[in-house]
């Protein structure tokens, strides 16, 4: 029904930078939420960055003044700005898009694969 397909990750050094994007396509009728996570071994997944349903962003503590979400709405597409990283940002980081395929059905999250980036020190 729906796609979801992350990009651009890596391996960068200690303080260097990357930018993430994600494409969701497919069968959309609207998407209500949608934004990044990550999940490093042996760890939950956690949220790092996201644009919620209105419109606002949410991030987490350990990635505010160093990581930016922004958004292209009509080509469905978001980015995540990563700059000055550090190893323990080293993570599969996965794109999550909160989408209704139909008015009358209820919204359902959808999984890219993740994109590995790899911070060395």
């Known amino acids: 029904q729906v796609q979801v397909v992350e990009s651009g990750g890596g391996l960068v050094q200690a303080g260097g930078s990357l930018r993430l994007s994600c494409l969701a396509s497919?069968?959309?009728?609207?998407?209500?939420?949608m934004g990044w996570y990550r999940q490093a071994p042996g760890k939950q997944r956690e949220l790092v960055a996201v644009?919620?349903?209105?419109?606002?962003?949410n991030y987490a503590d350990s990635v505010k003044g160093r990581f930016t979400i922004s958004r292209d709405n009509a080509k469905n597409t978001v980015y995540l700005q990563m700059n000055s990283l550090k190893p323990e940002d080293t993570a599969n980081y996965y794109c999550?898009?909160?989408?209704?395929?139909?008015?009358?059905?209820?919204?359902?999250?959808?999984w890219g694969q993740g994109t590995q980036v790899t911070v060395s020190s």
């Open positions: 999550n898009a909160k989408v209704r395929t139909s008015p009358l059905l209820p919204v359902y999250a959808y």
């Open positions: 497919g069968r959309i009728f609207s998407i209500n939420a």
């Open positions: 644009f919620t349903d209105g419109g606002s962003t």
